[in-house]
């Protein structure tokens, strides 16, 4: 199974994926004439403007600017941060890390798209507010066409994060703290990570938006903080080795054979697949998951909720993918031969000692399962879309049976399946971008003079 999901993969990721995701930056950002540079400053200010760790709880289901955030960095900044990253120069080499630079720098124009379309056409059903892409395809693509479509990508955002893309996370947990008792010659049932971890969660299901709000405002920025802070000193004690890690990264972008260690044997187009791959993953542009929390948000018009999705990848990739790429390169972690989480920790090991893969293990734990909550929230919106509100209690018990399994399960076939149902994803909602691009335009024409 693994070799057949591993060869479709690399049919999709080779060129069709890159070629809609990155086409799709690149034409957004010459049609908002490079909104991410012009119009950063005033999303940065509308993020940490307006931030605040206990916002007031929405009517109708709505969340305030700075909970939508959270809830969306959250859903960004999980496993692909400490796992992806580390996966991505293993299998893509440094050169990975700027083809990741690259998509998620046109991906800041998408996420602006994505975001003031879910804004613009949100609904009130069963009175809450929702949206997301299954109501902006609906209006790209009118009739019958149009339901099919918005249909399989519901199915799809099902399938890629509640199901699979939530085995990936508690995967990658269970692996971690795995990693730690190994390290001092113990052993651990992953199924003793799964299950109170599945269990949390639950408890967080069954609270509805109001309790994932409550409690993504105050995970997200205590946990960023505490990681960037730990990321910072351990490249610190290694800064002379800083140089040496973006020649690797450019070189390796164009010339990957000519780097040493991981990237031996590595070509051009695996450093784009995977960095592209593992970018994508990470900060979600194009994707369509995050438009399903900017539109609960209570903006003051779409324009302002487009600028705030865009500082989410900008804090996603440059910042804390970039910390974990810049950690695991200069303390030559690379040449252990080890993947995965184990190498993001051996990294820490080198500068903190005993205490490295403990701090990456309670890192990953809060930064993977604030994800999870996130994921089932995106997922949900899509079970009720399509079975009704009855359905979403099923949905639940089976992330939550996922949440078990996909800790015991092997790393490699969890990504690639991860990989495969978020390309799927990509099609319908990269195709409802490039038909609603007018749309976007007069909402930035409209919004955007002030």
């Not at 490249?235 to 140089?243: A, C, D, T």
């Not at 900017?294 to 324009?303: C, E, G, L, S, V």
């Not at 040449?335 to 890192?363: E, N, R």
């Amino acid at each position: 199974m693994l070799e057949m999901v591993q060869s479709v993969n690399s049919l999709m990721w080779g060129l069709l994926l890159i070629v809609l995701l990155c086409g799709t930056g690149i034409y957004y950002t010459i049609r908002l004439r490079f909104i991410q540079i012009r119009k950063f400053g005033e999303g940065f200010k509308l993020v940490f403007g307006n931030m605040s760790f206990k916002g007031e709880r929405g009517k109708n289901g709505e969340m305030t600017p700075f909970q939508s955030l959270a809830t969306a960095i959250a859903a960004q900044v999980g496993t692909g941060n400490l796992t992806g990253a580390a996966t991505a120069l293993i299998s893509g080499g440094p050169g990975a890390i700027f083809w990741m630079w690259v998509s998620a720098f046109f991906g800041m124009s998408t996420i602006y798209a994505e975001a003031a379309l879910a804004q613009k056409y949100k609904v009130v059903e069963d009175g809450n507010v929702t949206g997301g892409p299954v109501y902006y395809i609906k209006q790209a693509f009118k009739g019958n066409f149009g339901k099919v479509l918005a249909g399989a990508f519901a199915v799809f955002i099902i399938l890629a994060l509640g199901f699979m893309g939530n085995m990936v996370q508690s995967n990658s947990i269970a692996a971690a703290f795995i990693e730690v008792f190994r390290a001092r010659d113990m052993q651990l049932n992953p199924l003793w990570i799964g299950l109170p971890l599945a269990l949390f969660a639950f408890f967080i299901f069954i609270g509805g938006t109001a309790r994932l709000a409550s409690v993504v405002e105050k995970i997200v920025p205590v946990m960023a903080g505490v990681y960037i802070l730990g990321s910072i000193i351990l490249i610190g004690m290694h800064f002379q080795f800083i140089p040496e890690a973006i020649k690797m990264i450019f070189v390796g972008a164009f010339k990957p054979q000519s780097i040493a260690g991981g990237a031996l044997g590595i070509s051009v187009q695996q450093a784009i697949r995977y960095g592209v791959a593992r970018g994508l993953f990470s900060n979600e542009a194009g994707m369509g998951s995050t438009p399903h929390a900017h539109a609960r948000a209570t903006a003051k018009n779409p324009h302002e909720q487009g600028l705030t999705a865009m500082v989410s990848v900008f804090i996603d990739t440059f910042i804390i993918l970039n910390l974990t790429a810049f950690s695991i390169i200069t303390t030559n972690a690379m040449s252990t031969g080890k993947t995965g989480i184990v190498l993001t920790q051996h990294a820490f090991t080198t500068g903190f000692g005993s205490f490295g893969d403990i701090f990456i293990a309670i890192c990953l734990l809060f930064f993977a399962f604030s994800t999870i909550l996130s994921w089932h929230f995106f997922g949900a919106i899509n079970v009720k879309y399509l079975f009704g509100t009855k359905a979403v209690k099923l949905y639940s018990m089976v992330v939550v049976v996922c949440i078990v399994i996909g800790a015991m399960l092997k790393v490699e076939l969890v990504w690639e399946l991860a990989d495969f149902f978020n390309g799927l994803m990509v099609i319908p909602n990269v195709l409802a971008l490039f038909v609603l691009a007018g749309v976007v335009s007069k909402i930035h024409k409209d919004f955007g003079k002030k």
